[in-house]
């Protein structure tokens, strides 16, 4: 019965409840043990016993999901060490005094703990007890040598108390955690040990001759197997114990004090068990988040030691290595050793299991980072995969990882070649299509990548031209606007009549307008300078500029921008294409002050923007006596104020050097 006043509220604890339990007989002895209910209520008891008997039963814990299972010890189940006895929450303190007693008392009393602890109703009452974690812990700290099972058992009863984080404190008040760390490294350098002997034992039984030797070596094998089984049992408990600890930061740097990391990779390398392999690996990709410990990592060289779990079969492990992968590529050397172990082939089958292929995407789009990486990318079956998602992906913009990945694919010629042969040729029509179909400016920036590539390469965009220049005049977003001026302006084909194209599309006022200082975003402006370059090698057009004014109002937005080197050297280099032609090169020598910032700009700190200022320059003295004579003093100038000042600090050091050359001087001597 409840209502709503906790007044009126008797809470009954059933402590014999379990499988075995007979329903109606405890339902009759609580109705007769509790005057508050009635006798007419014996069916409803009966009904809530049965529900709480049947949620006991579903309330297991089950797999999770990415992969890491309840680490139940194998011999938990042994009805022989138990002899038939069945854990009561009532019997705790018969419990622990068994745990005074000699190991294998120790072992059944943990035993009957650790399947009280598996039912979370106990917990609570198992923590408010005076005495039972203090006995286990005090046993874990002495015995833990003695007995494999002791020690998993009991580790288990704290591990099923580190799955509630209000918890967390019980188990850090008995320093649970840094024993599980010591009893981790032990046994691992107890392995090898047992590793050593039985090397030494196979090869002295090597002649199988010899059948003594030969059951010697068989029953050691057998031995061997069975205290591996074991050890792996009690490292999964600890390290899930650790894992679960290590969701409070500061018990995680504790951790990383003790060289956890370090645990881990030894137990990665000389460990063979799928679950427990899943678990390392679970517990290296959160640690991994953190650059210490990514460090860490690479010291120990984690990358060649994750390469037989790439593309393996088990679905869990796979995925977290993928996951932990991502996060070590953002480090440019380990980047280079997984491609170096020939990760980047090995991933790419993934793409065909739908669960692996959004985190197998990121790795790849993170190795593609490094230009000589992208190459290798033709050399594998990557690219046709990708270019088939983006053809079959739903209706909209394509998936961010995808689209980003393509892009850094499509910056290297042989890749693009790649793509342009996919469909039997098709397919490049479908990709332009599908980008001003549903407006996506990742698609179109792929395309324009692949725009800046050979002649070949190019002309078979130019039936696009109209689809680039048309997204002006429809007034499209900024960013589909960049793209499309950026895929215009790497076009830069003597073939293109790009004077109709700057009629019919009526470019020439937007780029004016864009051109302007403060009037549109820097991206967007740089794509229209580069645009006005590639314009400008058609002699009719750059009669159109000459006279639109755009020249003067590129040297308004070079004065506004002149710490923007990027700008600065491509609107240097539209000066360059203008004075090849008589018209612009009229307007910049007798109308404009540009020979004058280009002098200044041939001092920048950019090499590439002095060696087109020196270019243009150059063009201009041939042209221009007055300018000619103005150029040739100015770079007079500069190379004469450093070819004097090395003479000077010659002089200098040459004087230094004759004071200790002198000969000796009287007083009377010295004027």
């Known amino acids: 019965m409840q209502t709503e006043d906790a007044r009126y509220l008797k809470r009954i604890r059933v402590h014999s409840l379990n499988e075995t339990t007979d329903i109606a007989a405890l339902a009759q002895e609580i109705v007769e043990r509790c005057k508050l209910i009635h006798i007419s209520k014996l069916a409803e008891v009966e009904q809530l016993l049965y529900y709480l008997q049947t949620r006991k039963e579903t309330g297991k814990r089950k797999k999770s999901t990415q992969g890491l299972l309840d680490p139940s010890p194998d011999f938990l189940n042994d009805s022989s060490l138990l002899e038939g006895e069945q854990p009561s929450i009532n019997c705790i303190d018969d419990y622990i005094e068994l745990l005074y007693e000699d190991v294998p008392s120790k072992i059944k009393a943990s035993s009957l703990l650790l399947r009280l602890t598996r039912n979370p109703d106990n917990l609570e009452e198992m923590i408010q007890h005076d005495t039972v974690l203090g006995a286990l812990t005090r046993v874990l700290r002495e015995d833990w040598r003695k007995s494999v ?8 009863v704290f591990f099923c108390l580190s799955t509630f984080t209000q918890f967390h404190p019980v188990i850090a008040k008995y320093k649970i955690g840094a024993l599980c760390m010591s009893i981790a490294e032990h046994e691992l350098a107890r392995h090898e040990t047992w590793k050593e002997d039985f090397f030494k034992l196979t090869f002295v039984s090597g002649d199988n001759n010899n059948e003594s030797a030969v059951k010697e070596f068989e029953k050691a094998q057998k031995k061997y197997l069975g205290l591996v089984k074991k050890q792996d049992q009690l490292l999964r408990v600890a390290f899930y114990l650790l894992l679960n600890l290590a969701e409070d930061a500061r018990v995680e740097l504790k951790m990383k004090n003790r060289n956890i990391v370090g645990v881990l990779m030894r137990a990665l390398e000389t460990r063979s068990n799928l679950e427990l392999v899943i678990l390392i690996i679970s517990f290296l990709k959160k640690l991994s988040i953190f650059l210490e410990n990514k460090n860490e990592m690479a010291k120990q060289d984690i990358v060649p030691k994750l390469r037989p779990y790439v593309a393996c079969d088990h679905e869990a492990l796979c995925n977290l290595t993928q996951r932990l992968l991502l996060n070590l590529t953002f480090d440019a050397e380990l980047r280079q050793k997984m491609v170096d172990n020939g990760f980047l082939p090995a991933v790419t089958p993934i793409f065909n299991n739908p669960a692996h292929r959004t985190i197998s995407i990121c790795v790849l789009y993170h190795l593609s980072f490094d230009d000589k ?21 739903p209706e909209g913009a394509i998936d961010v990882e995808l689209a980003a990945l393509c892009i850094n694919i499509a910056t290297k010629p042989k890749n693009t070649e790649i793509i342009l042969q996919c469909s039997n ?4 029509k479908q990709l332009v299509k599908r980008a001003f179909r549903f407006k996506d400016p990742l698609l179109l920036k792929m395309v324009r990548n692949m725009t800046q590539h050979g002649q070949p390469v190019k002309r078979k965009f130019v039936e696009f031209l109209g689809l680039f220049a048309g997204a002006v005049k429809k007034g499209f977003e900024e960013d589909l606007l960049i793209e499309c001026l950026g895929a215009l302006g790497n076009l830069n084909m003597k073939d293109i009549n790009y004077e109709v194209i700057l009629n019919k599309y009526q470019l020439l006022p937007f780029l004016q307008n864009t051109l302007k200082p403060g009037h549109a975003e820097d991206d967007l402006v ?20 000459a006279q639109s004014g755009i020249i003067q109002t590129l040297i308004e937005l070079l004065n506004v921008k002149q710490e923007d080197d990027e700008l600065v050297l491509q609107i240097a280099y539209v000066f360059y294409k203008m004075i090849w032609h008589e018209e612009t090169r009229r307007v910049i020598i007798s109308q404009t002050q540009a020979p004058a910032y280009l002098i200044d700009l041939m001092h920048d ?17 041939e042209h221009n006596e007055d300018w000619g004579k103005r150029i040739k003093l100015e770079k007079f100038r500069w190379h004469n104020s450093q070819w004097i000042e090395m003479v000077e600090t010659q002089q200098q050091d040459d004087e230094d050097d004759d004071m200790y050359d002198l000969p000796y001087l009287r007083d009377d001597d010295l004027l």
């Open 605 to 621: 700190r950019n090499a590439e923007i002095r060696r087109v200022c020196d270019n243009t320059l150059d063009i201009i003295m």
């Open 373 to 393: 990486t992208r190459s290798m990318f033709s050399y594998t079956d990557c690219i046709p995969k990708l270019i088939k998602m983006i053809v079959e992906s």
């Open 526 to 545: 740089l794509e229209a300078v580069v645009l006005i370059g590639t314009i400008s090698t058609d002699s009719n057009c750059a009669a159109i500029l």
């Open 425 to 428: 040729g098709t397919l490049l």
């Open 149 to 156: 099972e002791l020690s998993t058992n009991i580790m288990y």
